[in-house]
């Protein structure tokens, strides 16, 4: 099976379903009736298609190893060759009952209330969505996926429009009380968002080192699918560094979990057999013939976020100011008599912005970075993002078919 793979939007005429596509980088895999979703109940949702056929030959003859001796046997096999020790599971038991019960207190419920308008009436309705979050502070402050709480990722179609969220509540574990709670910060960029409720003495979340993390790694996953509070299930992590663009052109770096999750574990907890959280729950694939495809962010890329989320109610980021097109192969192809190459063509420069400051202009390819070949607008993205506000970088452009080298000092975003 060749490992190219391509994702097509799917949107749902019904109104809990939005998908949207999401692309795993350059790659096109072609996969049948499927979706990844986020894993949010109620009227928001989004995911791409995809599916796979596989050519599977009927096996004839089996080998395998009983004891110290090899069998091999033709259907029907030989079950009394069969080593039948029973191996205790004890151990394996109490690691997940630890981790339920140490994190459990830590992972919320999350009900988003949206005003919904209509062409069909002039008086707004109300839909509901729910999610999961993480406390991560002892006074009040959740991590949760931005599509939790922001309206942006809501469902929006020729008929209604889902406006801005008029109310958010929170529940504890034990505890039915709902709690009202305030939005710190949302960031779409890694679809994360910090929301608030008024108590103290909760139990924060211990989080883990996502770094370190193995595939094959058992794992948990906490949180509310289907608005089924205190939910747990267990798999293993099934791949790590998954590259995952949406259809808005923003790419996630994600882990892949076969562990079961549904609609409602958005925002909620992946953690390791230790009780740490090293993901926040965020995608899956759902369709037929796929089971046990599911994304988290690890927890390592959510913590400067969440920082910024709570002390300056926004991410600060580096800022170059360009808008720009890649230019591809194909592109060059296209234009046979134009000076183009591969790299990033500027469509516009901010006033004022970096970029203008450093001499950029409309009409530069822009081919290397930081001494580093660039060829989209997602490799310029994770070149800056790696340095901080006030740090120059060396920029080449391609002028007229001449090479400039610029010096830019990225400023904030």
């Given at each position: 099976?060749?490992?190219n793979?391509n994702?097509?939007?799917?949107?749902?005429?019904?109104?809990?379903?939005?998908?949207?596509?999401?692309?795993?980088?350059?790659?096109?895999?072609?996969?049948?009736?499927n979706?990844?979703?986020?894993?949010l109940?109620?009227?928001?949702g989004?995911?791409?298609?995809?599916?796979?056929?596989?050519?599977?030959p009927?096996v004839?003859?089996?080998i395998?190893?009983?004891?110290n001796?090899n069998?091999?046997s033709?259907a029907?096999?030989?079950?009394?060759?069969?080593?039948?020790?029973?191996?205790?599971?004890?151990?394996?038991?109490?690691?997940?009952v630890?981790?339920?019960?140490?994190?459990?207190p830590?992972?919320?419920?999350?009900?988003?209330e949206?005003?919904?308008?209509?062409?069909?009436?002039?008086?707004n309705?109300?839909?509901?969505?729910?999610?999961?979050?993480?406390?991560?502070?002892?006074?009040?402050?959740?991590?949760?996926?931005?599509h939790?709480?922001?309206s942006?990722?809501?469902?929006t179609?020729?008929?209604?429009?889902?406006?801005?969220?008029?109310?958010?509540?929170?529940t504890?574990y034990?505890?039915?009380?709902?709690?009202?709670?305030?939005?710190?910060?949302?960031?779409?960029?890694?679809?994360?968002?910090?929301?608030?409720i008024?108590?103290?003495?909760?139990v924060?979340?211990?989080?883990?080192?996502?770094?370190?993390?193995?595939v094959?790694?058992?794992?948990?996953?906490?949180?509310?699918?289907?608005?089924?509070?205190?939910?747990?299930?267990?798999?293993?992590?099934s791949?790590?560094n998954?590259?995952v663009?949406?259809?808005?052109?923003?790419?996630?770096?994600?882990m892949?979990?076969d562990t079961?999750?549904?609609?409602?574990?958005?925002?909620?907890?992946?953690?390791n057999?230790n009780?740490?959280?090293i993901g926040?729950?965020?995608?899956?694939?759902?369709?037929?013939?796929?089971?046990g495809?599911?994304?988290?962010?690890p927890?390592?890329l959510?913590?400067?976020?969440?920082?910024?989320?709570?002390?300056?109610?926004?991410?600060?980021?580096?800022?170059?100011?360009?808008?720009?097109?890649?230019i591809?192969?194909?592109?060059i192809?296209?234009?046979?008599t134009?000076?183009?190459?591969?790299?990033?063509?500027?469509?516009?420069?901010?006033?004022?912005?970096?970029?203008?400051?450093?001499?950029?202009?409309?009409g530069?390819?822009i081919?290397?970075?930081?001494?580093?070949?660039?060829?989209?607008?997602?490799d310029?993205t994770?070149?800056k993002?790696?340095?901080?506000?006030?740090?120059?970088?060396?920029?080449?452009?391609?002028?007229?078919?001449?090479e400039?080298?610029?010096?830019?000092?990225?400023?904030?975003?």
């Amino acid at each position: 099976m060749e490992e190219n793979k391509n994702f097509t939007e799917v949107k749902s005429s019904e109104s809990n379903n939005n998908f949207k596509s999401v692309k795993k980088g350059s790659n096109n895999y072609n996969f049948g009736r499927n979706v990844i979703v986020p894993f949010l109940s109620g009227i928001i949702g989004a995911g791409l298609v995809f599916g796979v056929a596989l050519n599977v030959p009927y096996v004839k003859d089996k080998i395998f190893n009983v004891g110290n001796s090899n069998y091999t046997s033709s259907a029907p096999y030989n079950y009394n060759n069969i080593n039948t020790n029973l191996v205790s599971l004890s151990n394996f038991s109490d690691t997940g009952v630890y981790v339920a019960q140490k994190v459990l207190p830590s992972i919320v419920g999350i009900n988003v209330e949206y005003s919904v308008s209509s062409i069909f009436s002039r008086v707004n309705s109300t839909a509901e969505a729910e999610g999961s979050g993480v406390i991560i502070s002892t006074d009040g402050y959740i991590l949760t996926n931005n599509h939790v709480v922001n309206s942006s990722s809501s469902s929006t179609n020729s008929f209604y429009t889902v406006g801005e969220a008029t109310k958010i509540t929170v529940t504890l574990y034990n505890d039915d009380t709902e709690y009202e709670a305030k939005i710190i910060g949302t960031d779409k960029q890694t679809d994360l968002a910090v929301i608030k409720i008024d108590k103290n003495d909760l139990v924060a979340a211990e989080l883990g080192d996502s770094d370190s993390v193995q595939v094959g790694e058992w794992c948990m996953a906490v949180g509310n699918p289907l608005g089924m509070k205190s939910s747990v299930t267990t798999g293993s992590i099934s791949a790590l560094n998954r590259n995952v663009t949406d259809s808005d052109g923003q790419t996630y770096t994600l882990m892949q979990t076969d562990t079961a999750i549904n609609g409602g574990n958005s925002g909620g907890a992946l953690v390791n057999s230790n009780g740490q959280v090293i993901g926040i729950n965020t995608l899956k694939a759902s369709g037929t013939g796929i089971e046990g495809l599911g994304f988290a962010i690890p927890i390592n890329l959510t913590k400067s976020i969440y920082s910024d989320l709570i002390q300056f109610n926004k991410v600060k980021r580096p800022y170059i100011g360009i808008t720009g097109t890649n230019i591809t192969e194909n592109t060059i192809k296209q234009n046979p008599t134009s000076n183009l190459v591969i790299g990033i063509y500027v469509k516009s420069v901010d006033d004022f912005s970096s970029a203008e400051k450093a001499g950029i202009k409309i009409g530069d390819i822009i081919i290397k970075a930081d001494n580093q070949e660039v060829k989209t607008m997602n490799d310029l993205t994770n070149i800056k993002n790696k340095h901080s506000i006030g740090d120059t970088i060396s920029i080449i452009v391609n002028r007229d078919g001449t090479e400039k080298e610029l010096s830019l000092t990225l400023s904030e975003e």
